[in-house]
């Protein structure tokens, strides 16, 4: 497509501070547009803005509301109230002026604009741009389209070995997690050297585009496989039954034991257990994540972050230290009536049965474990 420039807009007003000052929601959709591969050339003479300029904006722009990134420098004020006022632009109403707060306007601006980014100095240009579906780790990064390609990070979709991903613009949409479609074809989104490298799209081969749906961030499923998002086809004999078994999050601060579906390695069908796509060896369907990594299935223990069956653990009495218990102030311990556990492994009662006195001190409800037989005998 052949890129159009377009007339400058008036100039930007400058501030009390030592940059130049925009509406925020002109930067979002200039932001936007760049994101579908326009340029600096093509967007610049539209906000009147040197290079240099805009480097120094964009880098105080991007970081509105969040705490202690230093944007406060570029508009030469600590006060939120003042930045929000000048960022605010014509455009937006603030309903409540004195109690609005950056961060909720930056929320709210940033989708609206994604949805209808032709304002201001880029209400009549001629370049089309479609926001498909914001990403559901990355919560600044989109799909988009501007009618020749889908866009994510400023590049059109790719596959692993770089080559151009030809998808059908028309009928193409985020099913949730990192699964996508078009009428031909299911993709995922793979990501090579971990959080934060390089990502890519590839066909999910022999998947059902009319029965497939997207479970969580890494599994989904159709009417006859179960799949795993590193392109793996799960071959379960009961897809009817294949789901999320939900981590969980041990969180100290609210005092809460938080069930996670999305971001779960786990998954279950009538069979088998899956742990990252590959099938736990001897889980039943019954197991359930415990927290601090561990895991049973009311049978065995399995320290799953180190992919280990505790061998003589008793499932019973199985139990991590919870938000709201005394603990023992060890990553990754546990206990059962038998015995106390790091990493899986067991410890010595000898050495455990100090860091493990408060918590059975607090737990009246409990009789005799080891720690209480090691209390008898002192």
């Known amino acids: 497509m052949r ?35 326009r340029t600096l050339d093509d967007v610049l003479p539209l906000l009147d803005l040197s290079e240099a300029q805009w480097m120094a904006l964009h880098k105080a722009y991007d970081y509105l509301g969040r705490f202690d990134f230093g944007y406060q420098d ?23 002026p004195v109690n609005a707060t950056l961060e909720a306007f ?21 370049w089309t741009g479609v926001h498909i579906a914001t990403h559901p780790e990355m919560t600044l990064c989109f799909y988009s ?14 596959t692993k070995d770089r080559q151009p991903l030809d998808v059908d613009i028309a009928t193409f949409e985020w099913l ?9 074809h299911i993709y995922g989104q793979g990501e090579l050297g971990g959080p934060g490298g390089r990502v890519y799209w590839y066909v999910v081969n022999g998947a059902d585009p009319a029965t497939f749906q997207a479970l969580n961030l890494r599994y989904a499923k159709d009417a ?22 939900p981590e969980v999050r041990l969180n100290f601060r609210d005092i809460s034991q938080d069930p996670l579906y999305k971001t779960s390695v786990f998954a279950r069908d009538a069979e088998h257990v899956y742990f990252y796509g590959a099938r736990l060896r001897g889980a039943r369907p019954s197991f359930r994540d415990l927290g601090n990594g561990y895991g049973t299935d009311g049978v065995q223990v399995w320290f799953h972050d180190a992919k280990l069956l505790i061998e003589d653990a008793d499932a ?42 408060a918590f059975f001190e607090f737990h009246t409800d409990l009789r005799d474990w080891w720690w209480h037989d090691m209390a008898c005998a002192r």
Do not use: Q
Not at 74 to 96: C, H, K, N, T
Not at 106 to 126: D, L, Y
Not at 176 to 184: P, Y
């Open 3 to 37: 890129r159009t420039r377009v007339a400058r807009s008036k100039k930007a007003v400058p501030p009390a501070g030592p940059g130049p000052v925009i509406p925020f929601d002109v930067y979002v959709a200039a932001r936007f547009f760049m994101a579908m591969g």
């Open 145 to 158: 389209h501007d009618g020749e390609h889908v866009y994510f990070l400023g590049k059109p979709l790719a």
């Open 74 to 96: 570029y508009f030469g004020s600590d006060d939120e109230a003042d930045i929000l006022a000048r960022v605010a632009g014509p455009r937006w109403r603030l309903s409540d």
């Open 176 to 184: 949730g997690g990192r699964w996508l479609k078009d009428v031909a």
């Open 106 to 126: 930056v929320r709210e601006v940033r989708p609206a604009v994604w949805a209808k980014p032709h304002i201001g100095p880029f209400a009549n240009v001629p």
């Open 224 to 245: 006859f496989n179960g799949y795993y998002i590193t392109g793996k086809t799960l071959r379960t004999k009961s897809v009817d039954r294949f789901e999320i078994v």
């Open 316 to 357: 019973a009495t199985f139990r991590v230290p919870v938000p709201g218990e005394p603990h023992p102030g060890m990553h990754y311990c546990a206990v059962d009536r038998l015995r106390a556990y790091r990493y899986g492994k067991p410890v010595p009662c000898e050495e455990a049965f100090e860091v493990w006195k």
